[in-house]
């Protein structure tokens, strides 16, 4: 059984209306016409789960991301001339654009002839040990776990109320150093089998904010909603 259920994506950003413009297109999702200028803006869709929170930060992006979003797009010049960038174009070995945003986030953009509504295919999470990445992550969203098998990644698909069709964790090299950029929410019936499943407890739910903030075991930082008490 699993321990909570993927509630929605948030992406800091330095300067909210731009990002607020760029994500709402390339996802596919819209922003509320009263939104405030300075955030955080939620971008949604046709179920709460497509909900991405653009929530406005003081620190620019300052190394790679170490989570980031893959999108279906209808072409990569799209994307172009909503302000991506190119970093690594198709090419015969590589069937997706490596991209970033505005701001300088990386995402990956991957041509369709047919474009979804809403357009986010997987969240990738750079990771130590992806096996391992994968199968807390199964323990705490269910779903299938799929295992590399000898290639540097594990996933998870058909993971209940999830939107997206993946959830990917890939080796790389370098360890986490800051923040992560782009982050996710979890609603949970209780704190208490995270924390003992391996998640830390970064700031609990307090006057300020009405979650408690996580980590998963690599240091991922997510949120923890937990049902609001009854009178």
């Known amino acids: 059984m699993s321990l909570a259920r993927f509630k929605d994506l948030c992406v800091d950003v330095t300067e909210v209306g731009p990002m607020v413009d760029f ?11 009263d939104a405030a200028a300075d955030g955080p803006v939620p971008l949604r869709g046709d179920q709460p789960a497509q909900t991405v929170w653009i929530n406005k930060v003081p620190e ?3 190394v790679k991301q170490r989570v980031h979003l893959d999108v279906h797009a209808s072409g990569i010049a799209g994307l172009e001339k ?10 015969h070995e590589q069937s997706w654009a490596v991209m970033e945003d505005p701001e300088g986030g990386e995402f990956c953009g991957f041509p369709r002839d047919s474009v979804p509504a809403y ?32 290639k540097p990644y594990s996933w998870l698909e058909n993971v209940p109320g999830l939107p997206f069709d993946y959830f990917v964790f890939i080796s790389v090299p370098e360890p986490k150093t800051v923040k992560n950029r782009v982050h996710w929410d979890v609603d949970a019936d209780a704190l208490e ?10 700031r609990p739910q307090d ?5 408690n903030i996580c980590a998963d ?3 991922n930082e997510f949120c923890v909603f937990l049902p609001t008490p009854k009178d």
């Open 23 to 33: 994500w709402g297109t390339v996802l596919g999702l819209t922003a509320p016409a």
């Open 82 to 91: 909503l302000g991506a960038t190119v970093q690594s174009p198709i090419d």
């Open 207 to 211: 006057s300020d904010i009405q979650w």
């Open 119 to 150: 357009r986010l295919m997987e969240v990738v999470v750079d990771s130590a040990d992806p096996e391992r990445q994968a199968r807390w992550w199964h323990q705490v969203l269910g779903g299938d776990l799929q295992l590399g098998e000898g």
């Open 193 to 202: 089998p995270l924390l003992a499943a391996g998640a830390t407890l970064l």
């Open 217 to 219: 075991p690599e240091g």
């Open 60 to 62: 620019p992006r300052s």
